[in-house]
């Protein structure tokens, strides 16, 4: 059974800090996965979507990477901002394709 | 430019009362969702719909009923509802399955 795993589970960085959230899955054979975006009462946003043929995908200060073979993908924030105070989220289809299985996400604050 | 709307956005009920959760989405999407979100357990899929015409139990289908009224529309049926049930409910969409997901804005349901 496909599992994922975000460590921290909560992150406090001053603002301008470059910043590293971490996903893990269990089982490798995945052909995408997913990060999103949560503010407090609301729904998830999508941010970033990489296929299993890529390694990495950028949007602004974000950039994700994906290492299938490891298991683990990144998203990567760079000069940090208040603005960017949400959970974080990644997902992974299951095994049989049909949906996506959530991590718990990392809970960032970052202070002015 | 809508994207997945879900109605109410709040409903308290009493056990055993019942209830459904309405979404609809405007981006011709094959595939729709229900997850409930809870403290320390994320987000787990309720039921889902690959197409029109077709439902699926996911993670934790028991006490809800899904009816997918046609390409747009994907309603969470609570037959009896019970305090277990307290959570937010989202509902969310994709072109095919576990590609790129839209949520819905969510559903706080309260159960006393």
């Known amino acids: 059974k496909q599992e994922v795993t975000q460590i921290p589970a909560a992150l406090s960085v001053p603002e301008g800090e470059n910043l590293v959230l971490n996903c893990s899955f269990t089982d490798s054979a995945i052909y995408n996965l997913q990060w999103f975006r949560q503010d407090p009462g609301k729904g998830l946003t999508s941010l970033l979507l990489?296929?299993?043929?890529?390694r990495e995908q950028t949007s602004g200060r974000l950039n994700a990477s994906l290492d299938k073979s490891s298991g683990r993908s990144t998203l990567y924030i760079a000069a940090s901002q208040p603005g960017d105070s949400a959970t974080y989220l990644c997902?992974?289809?299951?095994?049989?394709?049909?949906?996506?299985?959530f991590g718990k996400g990392t809970t960032l604050s970052v202070s002015s | 430019n809508a994207g997945v709307t879900q109605t109410p956005k709040f409903q308290v009920l009493k056990t055993g009362q019942s209830m459904t959760l309405q979404c609809a989405q405007d981006m011709n999407h094959n595939s729709m969702y229900w997850y409930r979100q809870d403290p320390g357990m994320g987000l787990r899929l309720i039921y889902y719909s690959a197409s029109e015409g077709t439902t699926d139990k996911g993670e934790v289908p028991n006490g809800y009923n899904v009816s997918r009224l046609n390409k747009r529309e994907f309603s969470l049926r609570l037959e009896s509802a019970a305090p277990s049930q307290t959570s937010v409910y989202f509902c969310?969409?994709?072109?095919?399955?576990?590609?790129?997901?839209?949520f819905g804005s969510g559903t706080q349901l309260s159960v006393l």
């Open positions: 990489i296929q299993s043929s890529q």
């Open positions: 997902a992974v289809p299951n095994q049989a394709g049909t949906a996506l299985i």
């Open positions: 969310a969409s994709s072109a095919e399955q576990a590609e790129k997901l839209f």
